[in-house]
C-alpha cells in the first residue's frame, strides 16, 4: 500500500513541475494549465466522503486493484491528450478515486495491525506521501526533461498497472468492515466532537500550506539561493519530513489532540526560525529541518486523529479528512497569495503561525473534559 501511494501521489503532484512544457505543446498559458492543480484538488474535496461511502462495502483488496487500474487507465490518456480539455478528464478521473484510496487504505492499514498500533500503520503508508514528495516529483520531473511529459505518464500507468497486480498477487483478501445493522455511516456527521476535528484538519493543512506552497520562492528571493539549487534544498526538506513522518506515527495512538499541538508548536518555531535565519544557511537548513519534520508528522497525526474520532465508520472519517487537508491546501494557498500581494512574501511564516496559534487553541478546547452529563 506505501508502494502504491507513492505512484498514487506522484500522479497528483507530478503535474506541477510538468505545467511549463505541457502548456507549451498543448499551446496554452500557464494560468491556464496551472486549473488542473485546482481542479485535482477541489474534486478530491468534494467528491471524496460520498465517493468513500459509497464503496465502504467493497472488498478492500479488490478496491485496490480497482483504484490502481483507474489510475492507469487516466495516465494513458494523459499521455495521449490532444488538448486541455481531455487532459482535465484524464486529471478529473483519478482525483474521485485518490481519496476513496486513502481512506480505505489508511483503515486497512489499521485493521491490519489492530487498534494498538494503527497510528503506527497508518505512518508507513503515509511514506508513500513522504517518498513521493521527495523523490516521485524531482525524478519525475527529470524525466519529463529527458523523455517528454507525455512519457513520464506513460511511466506511471505502467507502474500503477504493476502495482494493482503486485496487490492481486500478494495482498491479503480482507472484507469490508461489517457495519452493525440499522448503523449508517453519515451518523457521524451528527458528531459534533467529530466535525471539530475535521475543522481542526482544515485549520492545521491550512497553517501548513499557507507557506510551504511558496518555500521555494521564499528560499531563492529571501534566502538568495540559486534557482539550480532550490530543488536539493527541497528535497532536503522532504527527506527530513519522512523522520517527522515516522514520529508521528509513533506518538499519535496515545494522545492525539497532544501530538497535534506539540508538532504545531514545532512547526510555528520551524516558520518563525527559518524567516530569521534567511541570511545565515547553517542556520536556514537546521530552521528547515525543525518546520519539514513538524511538517510531515502532521500528515499521519491528522488522519489517526480524525479516524479515531470517527471510529464506527474509519473509511468515511479518513476521506473526510483528506477533503478537510485539500480545503486546507487551497485556502493556505490563496491567504498565502494573498499576502504576498498585500504585504510581501516575509509576511508568510507570521499568517502561517497565527493560523497555526487558531488550530491550536481549537486541540486545546477539545482536549477539555466533557462536563458529565446529569441522569
Known sequence: MAVAAFVIVTTEYLILGLLPALAQDLHISISAAGQLVSLFAFTVMLFGPFLTARLSQ???????????????????????????????????????????????????????????HAGRAVAKVYLGISAALVFGIPLGTLAADTFGWRNTFWILSGLSVLMAGMIQAFMPALPAPVTKAGEKQSAIFKDRRFLAHVTLSVLVFTAMF????????????????????????????????????????????????????????????????????????????????????????????????????????????????ISAANAGTGLGAIAGGAAIAQLGLPSLSYLAAGIAVQAIMLALAMARPRPATAR
Not at 521555494?216 to 526538506?237: C, K, Y
Not at 489532540?257 to 518555531?269: E, N, Q, R, S, Y
Not at 511538517?295 to 497525526?301: D, E, G, K, M, V
Request: glycine content about 12%; proline content about 4%; overall charge positive.
Open 58 to 116: 467493497v472488498g478492500r483488496k479488490g478496491l485496490f486493484v480497482a483504484i490502481l487500474l483507474v489510475f492507469g487507465a487516466s495516465n494513458a490518456l494523459a499521455a495521449l491528450s490532444a488538448n486541455i480539455w481531455v487532459l482535465a478528464l484524464a486529471r478529473f478521473i483519478p482525483a474521485l478515486m485518490l481519496p476513496v484510496f486513502w481512506g480505505t487504505a489508511s483503515e486497512t492499514a489499521g485493521q491490519l495491525a489492530g487498534p494498538k
Open 210 to 321: 499557507t507557506a510551504y506552497t511558496y518555500l521555494a520562492d521564499m528560499l531563492e528571493r529571501l534566502a538568495g539561493i540559486p534557482a539550480a539549487q532550490v530543488g536539493w534544498w527541497l528535497m532536503g526538506f522532504g527527506a527530513v519530513g519522512m523522520i517527522g513522518n515516522w514520529i508521528g506515527g509513533r506518538v499519535v495512538d496515545g494522545n492525539p489532540l497532544g501530538a497535534t499541538v506539540v508538532f504545531l508548536l514545532l512547526l510555528i518555531g520551524g516558520m518563525l526560525a527559518t524567516l530569521l535565519a534567511v541570511s545565515k544557511h547553517g542556520w536556514l537548513a537546521l530552521a528547515l529541518a525543525v518546520w519539514g519534520l513538524a511538517y510531515t508528522a502532521l500528515f499521519p497525526i491528522c488522519q489517526v486523529r480524525v479516524m479515531k474520532a470517527g471510529s464506527s465508520a474509519q473509511a468515511l472519517a479518513a476521506s473526510m479528512n
